[in-house]
């Protein structure tokens, strides 16, 4: 069948020319055919480690839109500055373990004049890979809050049946 074979390849017996039809994803299948092996996902780093410690997902939501506006408007002076005696900060950054750390592990610093503000310093910029792993790391915890309130449900109705 013509369609399922995407790849040909002249191959020459004997001094002359034939069109040999290879299987289609030939080229993409590893050594004698195999297909590749799977590598083990690669250890996190010092800032994923700190971010994915974190286990609510309003404070990731929080963390990704400073970093959001700081990525986005890097010269703007009020998106480079967190204010930990702010309410929504307090309730969110402030109440969850880890929170302040993996801040200080994305690269804020606490501010010499007032210590209940913490900053970035000048030079220093965030992309949007920081953004990304905040969003990241609230995408796996909104996962796993779901497959672990699916079980807790099936759970209670076994034990109802």
Known sequence: ?????AHTR???????FVRHQLPLGFFRMGYAGYVPAKMPPAKPT???AAVQTIKSVDTLEIMGKLLYNCAVTPKEEKFRRIKLTNKKIA?????TAGAI?????????YD??????????QGTYFSMKE?????SAKE???KDMRSNSSKNLAAMVSVQA
Do not use: F, S
Request: aromatic share 2%.
């Open 112 to 121: 010499e004049q007032n210590t209940q503000e913490l900053v970035v310093r």
């Open 46 to 48: 010092e800032v994923e």
């Open 101 to 109: 750390d993996a801040l200080l592990a994305l690269g804020w610093e």
């Open 140 to 142: 796996r915890l909104q």
């Open 10 to 16: 002249l191959i020459r017996p004997r001094g002359q």
């Open 1 to 5: 069948c013509p369609a399922a074979l």
């Open 131 to 135: 953004v990304r792993i905040v969003e």
């Open 91 to 95: 309730e969110t950054i402030g109440a």
